[in-house]
């Protein structure tokens, strides 16, 4: 499964931003789907995930009520749309695919695929 992210950019505090990640060459549908992100210096952070049929999600404490996350999979994209962002909010945001589509898991060594990154910036 290759992943690319999108949407990525530059915004002021309490602003929104919605993330994509388009998948190709796989079997997305089945698959589970999380974001990640990594401040510089600091260890990689679960964000949000979805099961492959989109019935479950979990998301982070520090972005819940903030942040939400939905797939398409007629797309195969997953998206996350942040909202009421904060200075602390600002990392890389990888998408990544766990073949394990039944469940929604916060550990990033099991998510087998990830995208390239993209960058999340807000300024206070």
């Known amino acids: 499964v290759r992943l690319v992210e999108s949407g990525g950019g530059l915004v002021q505090a309490g602003g929104s931003l919605r993330l994509s990640c388009a998948a190709s060459?796989?079997?997305?549908?089945?698959?589970?789907m999380g974001w990640f992100r990594q401040a510089p210096g600091k260890e990689r952070e679960f964000v949000a995930a979805?099961?492959?049929?989109?019935?479950?999600?979990s998301l982070g404490d520090s972005v819940k009520g903030r942040f939400t996350i939905s797939r398409d999979n007629a797309k195969n994209t997953v998206s996350l749309q942040m909202n009421s962002l904060k200075p602390e909010d600002t990392a890389v945001y990888y998408c990544?695919?766990?073949?394990?589509?039944?469940?929604?898991?916060?550990?990033?060594?099991?998510?087998?695929?990830w995208g390239q990154g993209t960058q999340v910036t807000v300024s206070s």
């Open positions: 990544a695919a766990d073949t394990v589509g039944w469940t929604t898991r916060r550990q990033s060594y099991v998510y087998e695929y």
């Open positions: 060459g796989g079997t997305f549908s089945t698959c589970s």
């Open positions: 979805i099961t492959w049929y989109g019935l479950t999600t």
